[in-house]
């Protein structure tokens, strides 16, 4: 029995082992691998681009803001405060990296240890497994790597063949690291998305003066509704200028809601210029969900595409967040009703041909139970890919397997990457382009697809589809 | 890479590639794929088999009573009216067909693609795929044979080898048709099925006036709790008479109830004969829920076998259900609870050996979770066959993985076709025993089951189950 | 074709067909198939291992303890009456093995019947399928066989390389057979598991009786708060002097509260001590849901596993209850919500490296939306194997594909058998480590781990992990 791999990626990876499968995979994957990544979501920042200053070492630049790999850490024992989560500056950025290669091993199975062992062997060309063994190894050698005009945010840019880029802004955000990449003459496309999130729900902590700034930042009156309306609108065209074209939504829940202006202004009144914190849970709820539909107006408006992202709970560990804050690994995927939740919204914009709704989840059972079925009808719908914890192989099979049979393959989106971890970028776009591949190869092989055809869906899933989507 | 495959339809099709596999699964098709085709539930009408006239042709044929492919390409965009949906006579058949073939990639992976590519090759001899480029060879060859004495609905019903067909029909039908297949003496086993939502559903429009209408039909006062249940009574023997062997119950839910005969007066006089509208949606919901019980204590007594198919939220879509009415590819899944649900009619009846209700779900998330356990143990229910949206090779696969484990196979009662698109009815059959095949030949190649024994459940899955169950 | 197999169980049974892969598998069991077995937590009687009388014949031995078996025979219309279930002693034994054998084919492709032949196979050399035509042969080669010393209770024990058997017993139990084991100076390690269902549940059958037991058992005074905490610690210290590591807990849901001192006792004054059946159901199962929070508490103290199994609706056929009793094949699993219910718990002991608490489901779609990412980042969560129903090879294959990409293999705590049936302990694990080494033989085919990393993870699974999950 062989006791290692001899390189980290294999060429086959992820291919089935039958003969006849595999061949066609690979027939397929090579008409795709090279082409170039187009990211219209994702959680680079804008700021690294614009400032193109090395990266710092190796637990900063992969532990540190990757909280898939320090919640596995953490639910094996070991403390936030040993990873140095939310330090600024490590301390010991080595005695981290130890303690990361010590437990390499949780990750067996899981995609990270995929996009981990991706880099490490494409970028830095590392060959031998990460382990307590090889860590300070792999310490050196990145850290040297980092040094080098080869690894500056913009080289890797364009290493990687990034055809665009999206980042995740909020609307409060003045966009000025966007501005300073185009005022640069870089010739790279790096473009905002609009989230507004922290503007529109009204349980985002310091959402009432968040609501204020957006108000002084515009020059609107957001104590109204119709100033409050036309500001959201103002910014996203801010957001277009440098190049956005799309919005993103992350809620609780999928529900919207359809209510008249009178209504909607009173409820305005009621949850955002009343007394803070009087409003219940349900009228909150309730101006969530109009503002949804409202959102979807605007975007029929100044063509925007409109993400939706909902059902995880966030911060469901207190005491976590109220030591770390947001995004440290946490959030927890919800039972979400999609059926009942977006049909206000449908009710009134569903029919529409020129709007673009993208719909991801993190309840699979909703795949081929409501969204499928959904965007197999509603011509503004389409779905997005697995999000989230379903960013894997096993995710992404499933994905096709319960949504094309009714929706097809045309009413999705391509793939994104949706990440913090700039590294992880080719490898998370060549872990999907292969799983397409097996999936299309699997329907050749059984004759269900001729392999001209899956050379062209393999295409339009790995570059035509997501450009048509996001209108890039 | 060859350019496209050679025949439409391959012998292998749905066969895994693994070589031990395919030929486990060859074998065991080769027992069955000659089997004749009984067809317990469906939406035919028996006045193409009354009549006998030629089909019109191929966009009416094919494109507007499919409501799986014209919300396919309104998904994409595509209006209702470039479609003729809904028109009596196609203004320009040759038109719609083009657009439905241009737009053939989109249904690429889909079930709707397989069971098409089968009848034009199967039935019509055709070689090339369809698309902008073969669509008017398409129109041409399926329009000549629409002519042919071949083609008329008898003719295909025998050269579909067709052993009993089920309609189904409304209560309030006089099932004319059927009298007059049976007059004229063409051997031929079509019968109708009672479906009753029409008289149940205080929801379903025109609910009041059906009512009124079951009482001018059987000569009972419907205006009374009793006078209603005797005439639901003597429809289901119309039924009975001209065939019938089964009901079926298309309900939101899956709600029963179990009231006093005090009770279910008392809500009867208040949803059906008090003033319409007035009744809480949730009075509603307990009519429905305590009608299944009602239909599961006549189907004991006279002997018809019960379906019920809950779970779809009909015409989620309201502006096209107002300009196009039902049935038009605007329907959802919902979740669905049926340990909740059925537990009232189960309490009364689940122990009954002499009941058959035969469940079917549009939530899968209920196969492992609910249905198997509750068809592994209630001696009245078996497990119907992947519905609507999950009638597909993933669906059915899904089908057997989740469901055997804990009901086995004889839990279920085999296959239905459960379409309006008659030309699709051998195509639907052979890929469900394709598909039941390669489930076993899996089994047989793990060493899980024997293969004589696999043979024996090949053949129950597509013949003997379904006509146990349904007593045909 | 072959008309039956040579042998009842194959040496690669339940391995893929596709030779790569079988190759792998092959390799990978090798490692594993001799290792010790580890049984945290099952239903075997200890007074079999105290009283060491031979099992009486097969019948009684197989059939009547076991609801997988009756639960299907009972879904095809066969009766309890028959089936002798619930009999002390069976009238005729022969006869209902006939019964069984002569409808042995409903348990084609269920778990069942793989651990049926196993044990007719390894244990008592059968080699002919189980049928009519064989049905007394059976009977009269398994009835000899438990007449001969190999197979009394602790003969089959040591035959079965059993390291230690967790028993699963009521706070109310004296412990009486434990401690004979022990006295009995037989090196075995058969240890109870605490399980106190019936003295903190209040719709448990005769809950007040035993918490009035519970009272006179331990010296406490049960009719306070205080006292009924005191005599539950204290009955959890008499089962951890037995060798007990672990305690079970079978809630309706996955609730759980984090009330104050005050609440506690009110809640507790009202539900316990008021009078009998006048707490509305909402504050019983509040009372259940303080109760877990309680456990955790205690468990944090002395130390005891927490094992948690919600969500089953226990006794679904009132009818059958009525006649039998509990545990007839009548529990139906339901929707659990775990993110939501077990918020309060976590809030309080969620991030305490010392507390382990197993979560197990009925309910699958909580793998990969809940359980694994609650387990993939609290440390205090461990993850149960595939429970009840699911406890089948696709069961099996379903965990690991939810679960791992998200919380790994070592957020897992191994198998266990779960059984009443001892005869089946041996063959229920090795379907087990047959199914973690398909899983893991595909990773290795598709380079996603290398065989050395395999090799290790299969090991784990089959033996370090259980035993490191609880304290053994």
């Not at 390189?7 to 003969?19: C, G, I, K, N, R």
């Not at 605007?298 to 409109?306: A, F, H, R």
Request: proline share 6%; with cysteine; aromatic share 12%.
């Amino acid at each position: 029995m062989p006791t290692r791999a001899t390189t980290l990626v294999h060429e086959d990876q992820l291919f089935p082992a039958d003969p006849t499968t595999r061949g066609i995979a690979r027939r397929l994957y090579a008409e795709v691998r090279d082409l170039p990544l187009v990211c219209p979501h994702g959680h680079t920042q804008a700021a690294w681009f614009a400032g193109n200053e090395p990266f710092p070492d190796p637990a900063k630049l992969f532990v540190q803001p990757d909280h898939y790999i320090y919640r596995m850490l953490y639910s094996q024992g070991i403390s936030m405060e040993d990873l140095e989560i939310g330090a600024a500056q490590l301390k010991d950025p080595r005695r981290v990296w130890r303690l990361f290669a010590e437990n390499y091993h949780l990750f067996r199975g899981t995609p990270t240890r995929m996009w981990l062992d991706y880099a490490f062997h494409e970028l830095f060309g590392l060959e031998e497994r990460l382990s307590a063994t090889t860590a300070d190894l792999y310490f050196d050698v990145i850290s040297e790597s980092l040094r080098s005009p080869e690894f500056l945010p913009r080289a890797l840019y364009e290493r990687f063949h990034v055809e665009v880029l999206a980042t995740t802004d909020s609307p409060l955000d003045s966009l000025a690291d966007h501005q300073a990449i185009r005022d640069s003459g870089w010739k790279a496309r790096i473009i905002p998305t609009f989230r507004p999130d922290l503007v529109v729900d009204p349980d985002f902590p310091g959402f009432h003066e968040n609501v204020a700034r957006l108000g002084q930042l515009t020059g609107e009156n957001t104590a109204s509704w119709d100033g409050y309306l036309r500001a959201l609108a103002r910014r996203r065209q801010h957001f277009k200028s440098l190049g956005g074209t799309a919005t993103d939504h992350g809620h609780p829940s999928a529900q919207t809601a359809n209510l008249s202006r009178a209504e909607a202004q009173s409820l305005f009144e009621e949850v955002v210029t009343g007394p803070a914190g009087r409003a219940e849970a349900s009228r909150r709820e309730l101006f969530r969900a109009q503002m949804l539909t409202e959102m979807a107006r605007m975007s029929l408006e100044d063509g925007l595409v409109m993400q939706i992202h909902p059902g995880s709970w966030r911060n469901h560990n207190r005491q976590l967040f109220e030591r770390f804050g947001r995004d440290v690994g946490a959030d927890i995927p919800t039972p979400t009703d999609y059926v009942r939740g977006l049909h206000p919204l449908l009710d009134r914009f569903g029919n529409e041909k020129n709007l673009t709704i993208i719909l991801f989840t993190v309840d699979e059972t909703a795949y081929g139970r409501e969204l499928a079925p959904l965007a197999g009808h509603y011509p503004c719908l389409r779905l997005g890919p697995p999000w989230w914890f379903y960013d894997s192989p096993e995710g992404m099979l499933r994905f096709r397997e319960y949504v094309t049979e009714t929706a097809g393959f045309y009413n999705t989106v391509g793939f994104n990457d949706d990440t913090r971890a700039f590294l992880s970028i080719p490898a998370r776009h060549d872990v999907a382009r292969r799983i397409d591949c097996v999936w299309l190869a699997r329907l050749v092989a059984e004759h269900r697809l001729d392999e001209d055809e899956a050379v062209e869906v393999a295409r339009d899933l790995a570059y035509n589809l997501v450009r048509k989507a996001y209108k890039l």
